[in-house]
């Protein structure tokens, strides 16, 4: 707390993004017309760059090793309506307009199953 | 997606983290009361596991390097009111009764600036 790029970052008016050890920071995204949570992707410098720019959803896809264009094949893409950072900022909140599913298995949303609790088990939701 | 592991994941009942190179997990946190977006926040498999069967939301500190029940030394504590999981089992979704603000920064979210676009400056909103 008393590293002064920490204040920066946390009380500025400046982007400071704080990419990890990959190159990467976290983005939520939430649709804009109900606030349910829609996925959680991640992002590097040039897909917030783009995003921020563009006004629809870039991220990088760990899996495929590429930048992606949120709906560039499915056609369900995001529009994006409002972009926050958090306090230190290593997260980013994107609300957006979605078009079709968020999800690539087809449901709206990618979190369609609740934790059972306390035995830790799955339902459908 | 031909990985039978994935299917899985995707589609079955049984919780089956996919817990990243340092194990860890992204938890994303909701007010329960009104969805807002409180904080973005890394669980370990511990983490989990006793947020699940607490029904206290536990984290793992990256910076500390430690297990951390949130509010343990604020006050500021969460009870999880429900706990998704989304489609790959990378990323949880915690909606919490909060006390307090959930930001250490004391603000009620953490996500207090928007992103101008596209000049990419912060406000505060």
Redesign the interface.
Known sequence: MSDPSNAAR??????MPRFDADGLI?A?V?DASN???L??AHMNADAL?LT????DAWYWSRSRGELWRKGATSGHVQK?S???????QD???LKVEQSGPA???G?RS??????R??A??????
């Open positions: 946390e009380t500025g008016l400046e982007l976290a939520v939430t606030g349910d949570l996925m959680v760059k921020i720019e563009s006004g994006v409002e972009i926050r950072i958090d306090c230190d997260a980013v909140w999800c690539h298995t449901e990618c979190f369609y199953r609740a934790v609790t306390p830790g088990t799955l339902e459908r939701v």
